[in-house]
């Protein structure tokens, strides 16, 4: 699953570089006054003459990051007057459906499911991008991101954020105290795991519930461990069903996987063993690195949102992450990522300039500025990335030897990738073995 879905409530330290509220703009038509022309609003001028009209935006992200997401486009609002209603679910995925087709769509979704946008638009319910947010798209986003909102040659929608999600937490401070190394082969991984286990410490904590999306990050693990066992050619044909999901590649991946999640000795820290992974939150699964009950938590960039207040996220704090190690680092770097993509559903004058905003440069430096995000959006100034873990996911996708792929789950139908996968993943945790849990997701995979 691309991003996070609910979000434990937690302050963000020392990272606002706007003052985004500090200097009220007023609207955008508000000519009396002359805030529509004052310094603060110029950025805005061109979005213009929508003074009154609402925006409605859901999405997956919820409670601090959603605090953060409408922060980022208060001074949008003040200066235009165009107000986003904007709302997060955790049950967004099953949702969403359901809104759009009882005719209850919002104007916007930012979906962090490709799969899910080609199923939208396939069916007719996506409006294709305006002419300026299009020519905008193609200016400040990769093209291979840009393929992530293309259906049938139609480009429905922009990436937002970015994530990296071959990432392991840990806590710099236990290494250091107990002499850990970091690893940077799959073998030192495995090695490493097997001394703390030795030392009478779980070396790995792990949740997968969240709600309606439950299972998903147990599918992050094989779609990375696809990516260190496979060629990024033969994770290709799975995400779009080239080979069939039991397909004995696939099988490979899920059973290295199984070494750490279904190795009783290696697992649940703080939790309990293999079945206590199923009921443990995502949000507060890596918790337990700071606390000592465990070593390691496979968990993406977005992670560093989920410590408890005053945790200190750096490569000499409470809390910080490696690179996932490649089984074979001679053959690339194999980087797993995701993101969102915005999306309309409807296409008033409004609800374009909203869409156009939100690929500009100037939105993507107002939201890096406060915090906890990346974006593939070329015009984001790295001078405004102050987290160290944001750093190194930008530092790891800009690397040349990094070979990216999207996550697979989210490239696929959303029967199969936000469905039967996250299911059978849960299956598989809780004791049934890895043909019986492939076969009955590839019986799933549409037609």
Excluded at 29 to 36: F, I, M, Q
Excluded at 44 to 61: C, L, M, P, R, T
Excluded at 117 to 127: S, T
Excluded at 282 to 308: D, L, W
Aim: glycine share 10%; hydrophobic share 40%.
């Amino acid at each position: 699953m691309a991003f996070a879905r609910s979000r434990q409530a937690l302050a963000i330290a020392g990272v606002l570089g706007l003052a985004l509220g500090a200097t009220a703009c007023g609207t955008g038509n508000d000519k009396k006054s002359g805030k529509a022309s004052s310094p603060e609003c110029a950025a805005y001028e061109k979005y213009q003459g929508h003074d009154g009209k609402k925006v409605s935006i859901y999405a997956s992200i919820r409670d601090a990051e959603a605090d953060l997401l409408e922060r980022s486009w208060k001074q949008f609002e003040d200066c235009t007057g165009i107000k986003i209603d904007y709302e997060g679910s955790g049950e967004f995925e099953a949702q969403l459906g359901v809104r759009v087709d009882g005719g209850n769509a919002p104007d916007i979704a930012f979906v962090p499911q490709p799969g899910l946008v080609k199923r939208f638009a396939d069916a007719g319910k996506l409006k294709a991008l305006g002419a300026d947010t299009k020519a905008l798209a193609e200016q400040n986003m990769p093209a291979d991101w840009l393929k992530y909102g293309t259906v049938n040659g139609t480009l429905y929608g922009v990436p937002l954020g970015a994530n990296v999600k071959s990432f392991v937490w840990y806590s710099p401070k236990m290494f250091k105290d107990k002499g850990w190394t970091v690893p940077t082969t799959w073998d030192e991984l495995i090695a490493l795991s097997d001394k703390i286990a030795a030392s009478g410490t779980k070396p790995w904590c792990v949740g997968v519930e969240s709600g309606d999306a439950t299972g998903w990050p147990a599918t992050d693990w094989i779609e990375d461990l696809m990516l260190r066992t496979q060629t990024p050619d033969v994770y290709d044909q799975w995400t779009t069903h080239g080979i069939p999901f039991n397909d004995p590649k696939v099988a490979q991946a899920v059973d290295k996987a199984g070494t750490i999640l279904k190795n009783e000795k290696y697992v649940n820290g703080g939790f309990g063993g293999v079945k206590s992974i199923t009921t443990t939150s995502f949000q507060e699964a890596g918790v337990p690195i700071t606390t000592g009950k465990c070593a390691m938590h496979r968990q993406a960039s977005f992670y560093a949102n989920q410590f408890p207040q005053g945790t200190k996220v750096a490569e000499d704090g409470d809390a910080f992450a490696f690179y996932f190690p490649a089984v074979d680092p001679a053959k690339g770097k194999p980087v797993l990522g995701g993101g969102e993509v915005v999306v309309g559903f409807a296409d008033r004058p409004e609800v374009q300039a909203v869409q156009t905003y939100l690929a500009s440069g100037e939105y993507v430096n107002s939201r890096a500025k406060l915090g906890n995000w990346v974006t593939a959006n070329n015009k984001l100034d790295i001078a405004n990335v102050a987290s160290p873990i944001d750093k190194l996911s930008v530092q790891i996708l800009q690397d040349k030897n990094s070979v990216f792929r999207f996550d697979g789950s989210d490239l696929m139908p959303a029967a199969v990738g936000a469905g039967t996968f996250w299911k059978g993943m849960v299956d598989w945790l809780n004791g049934k073995d890895t043909a019986t849990v492939l076969n009955g997701i590839e019986s799933s995979w549409p037609k």
